[in-house]
């Protein structure tokens, strides 16, 4: 399971004004996995979960990969 995905799931579905504790959560969970694995989990989402992600801060290379990612999938 894509506990990435999940995630960011919730918070695109998660009325805005509760959102601050899914966001907390996902970051802790990005910073616990390993940044290859990250970036697999990132390949797996569509544009608007990419987005979510990569606006709640993804730690270290992984966050360039996103960029990228978020780049073609916006020009696709």
């Avoid at 995905?5 to 990005?30: F, N, P, Q």
Wanted: proline share 3%; aromatic share 4%.
């Amino acid at each position: 399971m894509n506990i990435i995905k999940e995630r960011a799931h919730r918070i695109l579905t998660t009325d805005k004004a509760y959102r601050d504790e899914e966001v907390k959560y996902l970051r802790s969970v990005m910073k616990g996995i390993d940044q290859e694995e990250l970036i697999q989990h990132l390949e797996t989402l569509n544009y608007p979960e990419l987005k979510a992600v990569v606006s709640c801060g993804i730690p270290g290379h992984a966050q360039v990969h996103a960029l990228q990612m978020l780049k073609k999938k916006r020009d696709a």
